[in-house]
Structures are given as C-alpha cells and as structure tokens.
C-alpha cells in the first residue's frame, strides 16, 4: 500500500469551554478537551463499568473554529474527524514532555454539533434532538441533519415502495 492514513474520529462530550488563542504569524487555533466514555456490564459481578478517555483537540480551520466558539459548551456532545499530532514542549518546572492531540488542520476536518437545539448536553441528534449543524459542509447539510423534516411511519408491510411515485427519470 502506498502512502498512510492519519485519521480520527471521535464522538463525546466538551470537558470544558472551547479556547482561542493568537499564534504569533496571526491565526487563530480554538482549543478544548473532549470526554470519550465506553461502557460495559462487568461479566462477574453484573455491575456497569466506565471508562473515560480524554482528547485534547485544536482547531486551526477558521469556520470550524468559529462554530466551536459560538455553539460549543462544556458538556456539548459533538462529531469530530480530524488527526493526530505530537508536539513537543517544557513544562513550567524544565522537563521535556510530549502530548498528542487531534488537531483539525486548516483546510481539513469536521465538527458537527450533535446536541438538540435549545440546549447543551440536553439530548443528542439520534435521540431525536433533531438538530445537525455540519459545520465541514459549511452550509450544506444531508436531509437527515436538517432536521424538522416530515417523518412517515413505514407501513404494515414495511415497504414504502407503493407510496413512492414511479416517475423517476433513470
């Protein structure tokens, strides 16, 4: 195979308000942690265990950054893509450290909001939030992320193919 993939995806929750800084050449990288939780039923005790990864993620893309700022909060459920990357720096008592982050580059990745509309952290868009804001499109979004759209039950059959038209032009 040639060449190699850096990619990342997470869902979870804001560990706390996104940041801006300023970098000396002027840009701006918004920062925050994310809360990634897997659960499971321990098999000898039946008692329900958690397990929570924190992410720090940096947004070097000016849209997705600006999205982050305005609609994201400590506790906001969101989708990310983005990569990996490893910087080096010294700590404030001298030491060399290494910490690896999922940085949104700037003319890559995607945010989008997951949380219902009117609230942070108060429902997510599969529960029925109906609320998507795909802040990669920027402006383009499927019909399923709009949300608000007419919902039809599926009938008895559970097929829709005799309340679809058959004018269709393929």
């Not at 950054?65 to 909060?73: F, M, P």
Request: aromatic share 8%; glycine share 14%.
């Amino acid at each position: 195979m040639a060449g190699s993939v850096n990619k990342v995806i997470l869902i979870g929750n804001l560990g706390r308000d996104p940041e801006t800084r300023t970098l000396p050449s002027g840009d701006r990288v918004v920062s925050f942690s994310l809360a990634t939780t897997e659960s499971w039923r321990d098999k000898n005790t039946g008692e329900r265990k958690d397990r929570t990864e924190w992410h720090n993620i940096s947004i070097f893309n000016e849209n997705l950054g600006k999205i982050a700022e305005q609609y994201c909060r400590k506790g906001s459920k969101i989708y990310l893509e983005g990569q990996l990357q490893t910087r080096e720096y010294t700590d404030k008592d001298g030491n060399q450290r290494k910490a690896t982050d999922v940085v949104l580059q700037r003319f890559r990745g995607e945010l989008t909001l997951l949380d219902s509309k009117g609230g942070r952290g108060e429902g997510d868009y599969e529960s029925g939030g109906g609320y998507g804001q795909n802040a990669g499109s920027f402006g383009r979004s499927s019909p399923m992320e709009r949300g608000g759209g007419e919902r039809r039950p599926v009938p008895a059959g559970g097929k829709l193919s005799d309340e679809l038209d058959d004018d269709i032009p393929f």
